[in-house]
């Protein structure tokens, strides 16, 4: 759509004929929608950001602006560096390396395949995608728990606790399993865009499997490429499921940005701090957006 | 990608602003709607309070309105989640104009809920009816003061507390204590901690520590033990700082948790204190320190969320002991915490006077009476305790021995915020920071929480 309108003298200003006013009329409820529940929000947190609005106590009824004084204590606060370090560890290594790299080996393998293995493999991979974060949550603290774990069961070695020894290679592995089926379905669908009779050529002169993928198959889903990482990158970084896994600790050890404002301003109270908190991650979010939109448009 | 860009950062706001269930509806055909909360639900936490509440005062109370030509609907609103939580839905609910006509607090929330203006003094929502209650005489002027604010009473007292150490009796026979152990100082807690160390008992002594327990760690925790020291978190308008009670509090933590005689690890957990009440069931925690609710709530052999069979048998209780002998709080040879709830009305409900006379109703003898049918607590009112304490002997204790060396917390605005501290300082030293170090570190905090040093005595 971007493209579309900045191409005025190749596309019709007026491609449905229905002229400023009716059109606008159309696309009103939804701006409208867009204005109360996205837009309005994002500002209100901005101003909220800038006061020291509290969930309870005398602060609660009468707010005063204090200006930059919470972005001066989230920033300055060790807490928020260390949340936003173990957000970055999160991102990269259930995102861009787990989900992105797992999906596409998923994707490239079963490639040609049809039957009863890829349908199972396939099924299997979306319904970690779809069942409910509470029940997925629970399986997993099931799964890994100190004391009764399945894991800790098969591997005979009971009072081992993962969520307590490695929390962020927990939430790491979990959210890898959790969100893989977006990055294999979006893959699956670009390899069956590049033209097999590259494929074909490269085989023909010789080229190994490496070669093929680097020289024919990455060039064609390059956007592809990047769009999901651009999408999981963002999803993954204001992911809130770690939290039903462990709540954030121990003592602090897996506490994520998402984490981090909800006991700030939830848990904590502090509501002012935790609008300035998530204006940052607002900011964070659009610079990463920015870069691979960068990344992308370089494509033409 | 905007969307999620921004919605997730929306959530905040649109959280505040959106959460809540409706409050008391309109008045469509004459009929009074009510609607009562507490962090009770059937099958769960507080099961016998939820049962109490449906299927007794419901329709008990309706029936009486009835009968005064009034047509009242009475709706309970179930919860069963930490009590962090309940607080934070609450809060929601009530910052949007929501929420329950009668609900449930904390006493310790009732400083910054009534400065948030969540709930007012009971003679401004209601009228004077509240101030003329048959019960206020009762009631004793400590258990009053935890549902007094600024000297305005914001709801009706629901009843006291206390902490003891419980202990496991058979353990404690493989060890070889006595079946009516006492300990007189924390010397003898490390001691007999040893034994059963030495006896095989996997976690000889469960003391909550860390902030994943929230306030549980204060109460049944930090505070016991500074009150035993003979300190006091506040204490003439003064905050205590990095003082000698509280490095005394956190060395003995430091004691427990790096020689193995408590388990670090369950600090930590994200359920920690669920567990410590399953090792506890299961036999494998020598001895406890918590409040009554475990008595009733958690080990009673009819519902406790984990039922021991054999609770009169198996488990005792001590009193908590000062450091040594003489050194607690008013030179107190043993020490103990309290507080409690307190019912209060919504301030914009939009029937107060019927809902306090629902308030009222739960809190009346008979209806205390009936609540407490075999699930015995210590409730507000001296004349129902007199019938109903005898029967149990641990709120006996607690009533008789407990009560009157008991301290509370202080009901300002802020001691959440400090008490979230001074978890953390605890969650330091179970983690190997020395006692002194993670002193100065709340010192630090408190002064920022405080208003400066110049609110803090070191």
Redesign the interface.
């Known amino acids: 759509m971007a493209r579309a309108t900045s191409h005025p003298d190749r596309y019709s200003a007026d491609a449905a004929g229905l002229g400023r006013a009716r059109a606008s009329a159309f696309t009103a409820p939804a701006l409208l929608l867009i204005a109360v ?3 309005f ?2 500002l ?2 901005l101003y ?1 950001g800038l006061t020291n609005y ?5 602060q ?2 009468n707010p005063e602006v204090v200006g930059a004084e919470n972005f001066l204590t989230a920033l300055t606060n060790g807490e928020f560096w260390n949340s936003t370090w173990l957000t970055f560890q999160f991102v990269l290594g259930s995102a861009v390396i787990g989900q992105a790299v797992l999906g596409f080996a998923i994707a490239w393998l079963l490639r040609d395949r049809t039957g009863p293995l890829k349908r199972i493999v396939e099924g299997l991979v979306i319904l970690a995608w779809i069942l409910p974060s509470a029940v997925v949550s629970f399986l997993w603290v099931a799964l890994l728990d ?2 009764g774990g399945t894991l800790n069961t098969l591997l005979g070695i009971p009072g081992f ?1 993962w ?2 020894e490695y929390p962020m290679a927990s939430i790491i592995v979990f959210n890898t399993w959790r969100g893989t089926a977006f990055s294999m379905m979006l893959y699956g669908a670009a390899l069956g865009n590049v033209p097999p009779s590259h494929l074909e050529s490269a085989r023909l002169a010789g080229a190994s499997g490496w070669q093929q993928l680097r020289d024919v198959v990455f060039p064609h889903i390059r956007g592809h490429i990047l769009t999901n990482l ?2 999981i990158s ?2 993954t970084f ?1 992911d809130f499921t770690p939290f039903m ?3 954030g ?3 602090g050890k897996s506490e994520i940005l ?1 984490v981090h ?1 909800y006991k700030e ?5 502090n ?1 002012g701090v ?2 300035a908190v ?2 940052v ?2 900011l964070i ?2 610079a990463v ?1 920015v870069f691979y939109l960068r990344l992308l448009r370089r494509r033409g | 990608m905007r969307f999620r860009t921004i919605s997730a950062t929306a959530v905040l706001a649109l959280s505040v602003a959106a959460c809540g269930q409706s409050s008391s509806g309109g008045d469509g055909g004459g009929t009074i709607e009510l609607s009562i909360t507490l962090n009770a639900i059937a099958g769960g936490k507080n099961a016998k309070s939820a049962a109490y509440i449906q299927n007794w005062v419901i329709p008990k109370f309706e029936a009486a309105q009835k009968a005064k030509g009034k047509d009242v609907k009475v709706k309970f609103i179930p919860s069963g989640v930490d009590d962090e939580q309940y607080k934070t839905k609450l809060s929601l609910d009530l910052k949007s104009g929501k929420g329950a006509d009668v609900m449930d607090i904390d006493g310790i929330w009732a400083g910054e809920f009534a400065e948030a203006g969540y709930i007012k003094p009971l003679s401004e929502v209601v009228g004077p009816e509240a101030d003329s209650w048959e019960g206020w005489s009762q009631i004793p002027d400590a258990v009053q003061g935890l549902a007094t604010y600024n000297g305005k009473k914001v709801g009706l007292p629901y009843g006291t507390d206390g902490r003891v150490l419980y202990f496991n009796k058979t353990l404690m026979a493989k060890a070889g204590l006595p079946e009516d152990w006492q300990p007189k100082s924390w010397q003898e807690i490390l001691d007999a901690g040893g034994k059963l160390k030495a006896a095989g008992v996997p976690v000889p002594i469960q003391i909550n520590a860390g902030t994943a327990m929230g306030e549980a760690t204060s109460m049944q925790g930090v505070l016991p033990l500074l009150a035993g020291a003979g300190g006091e978190i506040q204490s003439g308008g003064k905050w205590s700082g990095a003082s000698q009670p509280l490095k005394d509090a956190l060395g003995l933590y430091q004691k427990i948790y790096s020689q193995g005689l408590g388990d670090p690890k369950l600090q930590q957990e994200a359920k920690g204190r669920d567990k410590s009440f399953a090792q506890f069931a299961e036999g494998k925690i020598g001895i406890l320190m918590e409040g009554d609710y475990f008595w009733r709530g958690v080990v009673n052999p009819t519902d406790g969320v984990a039922k021991m069979a054999e609770r009169d048998k198996v488990v005792g209780y001590a009193m908590i002991p000062a450091m040594d002998a003489g050194k607690g709080i008013r030179g107190q040879d043993f020490v103990s915490m309290s507080g409690g709830s307190i019912r209060a009305i919504n301030p914009g409900s939009e029937n107060p006077k019927e809902a306090f006379e629902l308030l009222a109703f739960t809190l009346s003898p008979e209806g205390l009476k009936e609540e407490t049918k075999g699930n015995t607590r210590i409730t507000p009112r001296t004349d129902v305790n007199k019938e109903i304490l005898a029967g149990d002997p641990l709120l006996t204790f607690i009533s008789e021995k407990v009560l009157p060396v008991t301290a509370y917390r202080p009901p300002v605005a802020v001691y959440p915020q400090v008490s979230a501290a001074l978890q953390e300082a605890t969650a330091a030293v179970v983690g190997g920071t020395a006692p002194d170090a993670a002193a100065a570190e709340y010192q630090k905090k408190l002064e920022g929480l405080v208003g400066g040093a110049g609110n803090v005595a070191s």
């Open positions: 529940f996205l837009v929000p994002a209100w947190v909220l509290r969930l309870t106590g005398i609660a009824a100190r004391d606790g969520l307590l651009l999408l963002l999803w204001n896994l462990t709540a600790g121990p003592d998402a404002v301003a939830i848990l904590g109270g509501l935790g609008a998530s204006t991650i607002l979010n659009l957006a």
